[in-house]
């Protein structure tokens, strides 16, 4: 069998035997997972009180993420609810709340099978239907136990858009939001606006009156547009040359970090590119490694290693630190 630590895929689903509860001081309760590779796992048990979950079940979940880390983040399968499924929930009432921008937007409040709140926002032009008892949703998404849903009409709202599609968008703004971490606003070629994080496009030299290339790259769990920049000098699908800085290993509150190099590039830029197994010893600091570019996310770039020495041409690992 590959003895890859994370054989596990990102977006796929898995059996997942609960073999404990382990409490972590000040940090609270977990359930102790082992994936089909017996690789343990810790989930947060505060997420899932109405899943049933126990020692000894067996619980397919899905791979939500795969960090920079190499910490893999899992979401069991809800009890009742599929994402992408539509459902009539009871509505409550609607409120205008504040995005994270301090725009106020309409939203719907309604019901799940357990009682609990949630919110819908509603997309422009939205009808209020307060004489309905139920209304309308969709599935969007279910994170950390959390539901997130849409209107039924909520995906016209970035309509003319095709994820994996590059465009140009307008910078119209750089502005604080309600949570205190900055945002780009920018304007897609039908006048639509979208947000970046500030922060993670700090080397990007992006402001105001500009127009920056730009490739769509999925819906978020509220319906908005994710959208990630070209970098300034990295492409997707190129390889380039960096230097190693050092090699890292090892734990982190129970999680396995898969092993990775830290690199630097031309311009002294760190960046992370994971080790497959037998790798560890081919590198040490100081050493030149070729990596491709997979994919650019928040701003940083996904590498996959595929050889030692330099590229020749296109090479960028001549940085100092």
């Not at 809800?78 to 409550?92: A, I, Q, S, V």
């Not at 909520?154 to 309600?178: E, H, M, Q």
């Not at 769990?221 to 390889?239: A, M, N, Q």
């Not at 002294?268 to 600091?285: C, M, R, S, T, V």
Request: with cysteine; hydrophobic share 30%; charged share 30%.
């Amino acid at each position: 069998m590959d003895k890859e630590i994370h054989k596990l895929i990102e977006g796929k689903e898995y059996s997942f035997l609960i073999e404990k509860v382990l409490v972590i001081p000040g940090d609270g309760k977990y359930y102790v997972l082992a994936d089909p590779f017996k690789w343990k796992h810790l989930l947060k048990a505060d997420y899932y009180k109405n899943y049933a979950l126990e020692p000894g079940k067996d619980i397919p979940c899905r791979v939500d993420k795969i960090d920079c880390t190499g910490r893999i983040y899992l979401e069991p399968r809800h009890p009742y609810y599929k994402e992408g499924n539509l459902y009539n929930f009871p509505l409550l009432r609607y409120e205008d709340r504040l995005n994270p921008i301090g725009q106020q937007e309409k939203v719907a409040v309604v019901t799940d099978i357990f009682k609990n709140e949630l919110t819908a926002p509603c997309p422009p032009g939205w009808k209020e239907q307060s004489d309905k008892p139920e209304i309308r949703c969709r599935i969007e998404r279910i994170k950390k136990g959390e539901i997130h849903l849409a209107l039924v009409k909520r995906g016209r709202r970035a309509k003319n858009l095709i994820p994996g599609t590059r465009y140009s968008f307008k910078v119209k703004k750089i502005a604080r939001g309600l949570d205190n971490n900055k945002y780009i606003i920018l304007a897609d070629p039908h006048g639509q606006k979208h947000l970046l994080r500030h922060d993670y496009y700090l080397d990007y030299e992006i402001s105001v009156g500009k127009t920056i290339m730009a490739t769509v790259a999925k819906l978020s769990t509220d319906g908005r547009v994710l959208i990630e920049p070209d970098h300034p000098y990295l492409k997707t699908g190129e390889k380039y040359t960096f230097h190693i800085v050092k090699k890292v290993t090892g734990k982190e509150h129970g999680y396995l970090l898969k092993p990775c190099l830290i690199v630097k590039d031309h311009k002294g830029i760190h960046h992370q590119a994971y080790l497959n197994p037998g790798q560890e010893k081919l590198f040490k600091a100081g050493d030149k490694v070729i990596c491709q570019v997979e994919k650019m996310k928040k701003g940083k770039p996904i590498l996959k290693i595929t050889g030692t020495g330099s590229t020749g041409t296109g090479s960028t690992g001549t940085g100092s630190d």
